[in-house]
């Protein structure tokens, strides 16, 4: 069963920076890519970084939304099955709950907690 624990949220000032974590299971990790999404208050669930796998020929390596480009980074351990996302110059709209999972999803889509991220002055 496929799991998905995210962890390393917080509450932070604007500026400030935040590195969440998100450890995965019960799927090849290594050959598959991964994705943070996030999701505010009143708004829809955006993607937001995403990072390709090396073990795949032709995979892409990163990928950002305009949004965040310049100030996140995500990175993955195929040894301990995890993702981050190290979030630089945190914004008040980058505030929500930031889940982790593949990069292209159907309806049916696993998603586990999130880990909640707020930004406030």
């Known amino acids: 069963q496929v799991q998905l624990v995210e962890s390393g949220g917080g509450l932070v000032q604007p500026g400030e920076s935040l590195r969440i974590s998100c450890v995965a299971s019960?799927?090849?990790?290594?050959?598959?890519?991964m994705a943070w999404y996030r999701q505010a208050p009143g708004t829809e669930r955006e993607k937001v970084a995403s990072i390709g796998s090396s073990n795949v020929p032709g995979s892409f390596g990163t990928i950002y939304a305009d949004s965040v480009k310049g100030r996140f980074t995500i990175s993955r351990d195929n040894v301990k099955n995890t993702v981050w996302l190290e979030m630089n110059a945190l914004k008040a709209d980058d505030a929500g709950v930031y889940y982790c999972?593949?990069?292209?999803?159907?309806?049916?889509?696993?998603w586990g907690r999130g880990t909640q991220v707020t930004v406030s002055s």
């Open positions: 999972n593949w990069p292209r999803l159907g309806p049916q889509a696993y």
């Open positions: 019960g799927f090849d990790f290594s050959n598959r890519a």
